[in-house]
């Protein structure tokens, strides 16, 4: 049996990880805060499978602590302060979790598991402006926000690693995958969300945005530039990507998405198609909430995965799209259940 250490198992690419490699035989590990744990997560429903170990990205003595307890031989680091447009406010918390965190982790492994396999989590976002479409392994990284910065740090310190002492870290450069679980602060959430509302009569709803108010307000939601394009995919067709790569031969860099392009405009007509409704007469586009620096157009060129990898995703945008309005209209249908 092999054992899997995942940093963020709450998150959503944590869980959906924990389940897939659940279903292949391995015992699981988590390391995550103990306040994350405790709290409702995308994993709660995985504690009698996994274990749990509690610590901080932050501290390379708890990072150390968990690689000697777990022993594992496949290393998944998800841990992230994982928003792009928050880390204009948490900059350095941003650099600790996302740069110096992923540090601690090789170096702990380097020292105490040489012969572990890592799989460190990369981004899109490290592309910002990127001058070539679509982006490949190759395409130089020009970073737009502490976030895209930070991943940079850590995706070139997981490279020099690799090349320098011939440790085995893939690293995964992931576009824009989403899913049910996403949390309300994402924006491919808040259409879901938006399009439940509306469907549901919802007119002011009760979970609000990132600056205190409603996320729908007098039967609208508010969105930023509704222009702004993504390669966009499942989460779920994502982590099956992660577990390839720590099964080759060799380690390596992979572009990860679906290698095709989709606005926010796009996802609105599929959100509220799905509930009958068109997109236009529910959304607006407030200039407040547009990015300081918006990330250029970024589309997967997922051909290095498709060879190497024999990977392809299997869930489409509009069946994406379409599970994450039906989990929101099941998750607000209990609540007024629960409400009447």
């Known amino acids: 049996m092999k054992t899997a250490l995942i940093t963020g198992i709450t998150g959503q690419d944590g869980s959906f990880l924990a389940e897939f490699l659940l279903d292949r035989g391995y015992k699981v590990y988590g390391f995550t805060r103990r306040e994350s744990w405790i709290r409702p997560n995308n994993s709660s429903h995985l504690a009698d499978r996994i274990t749990v170990l509690f610590g901080d990205m932050s501290e390379g003595i708890d990072i150390a602590n968990a690689l000697q307890e777990a022993k594992p031989d496949e290393i998944y680091n998800l841990a992230s302060q994982s928003r792009p447009g928050e880390s204009w406010s948490r900059?350095?918390?941003?650099?600790?979790?996302?740069?110096?965190?992923?540090?601690?982790?090789?170096?702990?492994?380097?020292?105490?598991?040489?012969?572990?396999?890592?799989?460190?989590?990369?981004?899109?976002?490290?592309?910002?402006?990127?001058?070539?479409?679509p982006q490949n392994e190759n395409t130089a990284f020009q970073p737009l926000n502490p976030y895209a910065a930070a991943k940079v740090y850590a995706h070139q310190m997981a490279r020099i690693c690799r090349d320098s002492y011939g440790m085995f870290i893939s690293s995964g450069i992931l576009f824009n995958h989403e899913s049910e679980r996403r949390p309300l602060h994402f924006v491919t959430q808040k259409i879901a969300y938006g399009a439940a509302c509306a469907s549901l009569g919802i007119v002011n709803s009760r979970d609000r945005n990132e600056r205190g108010q409603p996320i729908v307000a007098n039967g609208k939601l508010a969105l930023g530039n509704l222009e702004v394009a993504r390669d966009w995919g499942h989460a779920s067709d994502f982590v099956r990507a992660m577990w390839v790569m720590l099964q080759q031969e060799k380690p390596g860099d992979f572009v990860v998405g679906t290698g095709q392009l989709h606005t926010l405009r796009d996802l609105c007509h599929v959100a509220y198609g799905r509930v009958g409704l068109d997109w236009?007469?529910?959304?607006?586009?407030?200039?407040?909430?547009?990015?300081?620096?918006?990330?250029?157009?970024?589309?997967?060129?997922?051909?290095?995965?498709?060879?190497?990898?024999?990977?392809?995703?299997?869930?489409?945008?509009?069946?994406?799209?379409?599970?994450?309005?039906?989990?929101?209209?099941?998750?607000?249908?209990?609540?007024?259940?629960?409400?009447?």
């Open 91 to 133: 900059s350095a918390e941003t650099l600790i979790i996302n740069g110096l965190g992923a540090i601690r982790l090789f170096e702990a492994v380097r020292h105490g598991l040489p012969k572990a396999r890592i799989y460190h989590a990369s981004s899109s976002e490290m592309f910002g402006h990127a001058e070539v479409i």
């Open 280 to 340: 236009k007469d529910h959304v607006i586009s407030d200039p407040a909430l547009v990015r300081p620096l918006e990330t250029g157009q970024t589309l997967a060129d997922p051909s290095k995965a498709r060879k190497v990898l024999n990977w392809e995703p299997a869930i489409s945008f509009e069946e994406m799209v379409g599970k994450m309005v039906d989990a929101q209209l099941e998750r607000l249908s209990r609540r007024a259940g629960r409400d009447e």
